[in-house]
């Protein structure tokens, strides 16, 4: 039995990692700590698989006292750091939570790990580990900076982050790094394109988008809509976690990525296509309409303000993923786009419960300036 802490796993990306963990193995003890912010919800947490539980900690990464008692209390082997503050447009109106809980959480976390897997000293000074164990920061693409029209991120790209989210994840990685080198510490970390898929909080593009398209409200892209994501679906990224933690070098940074290059106009039309196609053919589906039918269509696109400093284009290589760990994405976009949708349209009770608390204040300040 191995030990799991699974930070941010009332998240998104965490959530479906922890789905994903106790779906597909039986000896995992999986502890999620979360603070249970406004992107991490009750309603996501995901208990039990097939009757395999998690253990749910409601708490901040940053509190040293509280992962200190969780690795008094169980045999913690590997921790996989959600945990973060994950939105550029809130990070643009808030730098400084993102700075405390993405650089300070993490290196409160890496801390507490050190303090209990270090079991000695080689000759050099430096410490040795317990046999293992593993430390996993789950990072982002977005710290290679922007792309022009052509060209990859590969692992060696410079980094040079743009938003303050961005600059916040880059300086956890390096701070990951530098334990890496300095103690040895038994470190991985990924550095992921824009993922999609259940359980996502709905100011980011595509359930935001999904969201509106239902209640017939007027769909924000930013600029020219032509900036460029690269998409993977969110259960391509947890099996690629998955194998980092289990077969990864420990010291190594993996680029994940899906060759998935959209643009976000391309996108917003895909969703009112499908959305549109789903409710003519599968008439059930209707009942969560807030609008009518033939509201749904092209003309709730609305070209608003652009973000700051919005970066043009991402595109990840992952050939490193594929040699090194034979991990290539399975869930191709077109396949991904339908199964997302369709979790939104039969689970409209989660985005209510997830989005009853300040959202609609966000949105509104959010938007309406735009
Ligand atoms: P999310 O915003 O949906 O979830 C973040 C979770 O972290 C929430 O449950 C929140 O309650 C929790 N949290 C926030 N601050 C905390 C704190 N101080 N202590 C404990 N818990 C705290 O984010 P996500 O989209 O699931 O992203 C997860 C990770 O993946 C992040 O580190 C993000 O940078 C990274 N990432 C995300 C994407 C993406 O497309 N969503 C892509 C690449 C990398
Ligand atoms: P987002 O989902 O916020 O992810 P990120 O900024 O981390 O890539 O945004 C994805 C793209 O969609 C990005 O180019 C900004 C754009 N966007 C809009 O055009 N309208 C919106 O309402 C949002 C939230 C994003």
């Known amino acids: 039995m191995k030990t799991y802490i699974i930070t941010g796993g009332a998240g998104f990306i965490g959530a479906n ?3 994903y963990m106790l779906a597909t193995y039986h000896d995992v003890q999986l502890i999620v700590l979360d603070a249970l912010t406004y992107a991490g919800n009750l309603g996501t947490i995901v208990h039990d698989v097939d009757g395999k539980c998690c253990i749910f900690v409601k708490g901040d990464i940053c509190d040293s006292s509280l992962v200190t008692g969780l690795f008094e209390k169980y045999p913690v082997e590997v921790v996989v750091n959600f945990a973060a503050e994950s939105h550029v447009d809130r990070s643009i109106e808030n730098p400084r939570l993102f700075l405390e809980t993405n650089i300070l959480g993490t290196q409160n976390l890496m801390d507490v790990a050190r303090k209990f897997w270090a079991v000695g000293k080689d000759d050099k000074g430096y410490p040795t580990w317990k046999e293992g164990v593993r430390f996993h920061q789950v990072s982002t693409d977005e710290v290679y900076g922007s792309l022009g029209a052509t060209g990859y991120f590969t692992e060696t790209t410079p980094l040079d982050p743009r938003s303050p989210y961005s600059a916040s994840k880059t300086s956890a990685d390096l701070i990951v790094k530098a334990y890496m080198e300095t103690y040895k510490f038994p470190a991985t970390i990924t550095r992921c394109s824009n993922n999609y898929g259940p359980y996502h909080f709905p100011e980011k593009l595509i359930p935001l988008i999904i969201k509106n398209i239902l209640e017939g409200k007027k769909l924000p892209v930013y600029g020219d809509g032509k900036n460029v994501r690269d998409w993977l679906y969110v259960e391509d990224h947890c099996k690629a976690i998955d194998q980092v933690v289990r077969f990864g070098r420990a010291g190594e940074v993996y680029n994940v990525g899906g060759h998935n290059e959209k643009q976000n106009i391309e996108i917003v039309k895909l969703t009112i296509d499908t ?10 589906y209707r009942k969560v309409l ?20 919005h970066d043009q284009r991402y595109a990840i290589d992952p050939t490193k993923m594929k040699n090194e760990l034979n991990w290539a994405p399975e869930t191709s976009f077109e396949t991904g786009i339908v199964k997302t949708i369709r979790w939104y349209l039969e689970n409209q009770n989660w985005v209510d419960e997830v ?15 735009r």
């Open 290 to 309: 807030k609008t009518d039918l033939s509201n749904i269509s092209y003309d709730l696109i609305t070209y608003v303000k652009d973000r700051l400093g």
């Open 17 to 19: 990692f922890v789905k």
């Open 275 to 284: 959305i549109r196609h789903l409710m003519e053919t599968e008439p059930a």
């Open 355 to 369: 989005t009853s608390g300040d959202y609609q204040k966000y949105y509104e300040k959010m938007y309406s300036n």
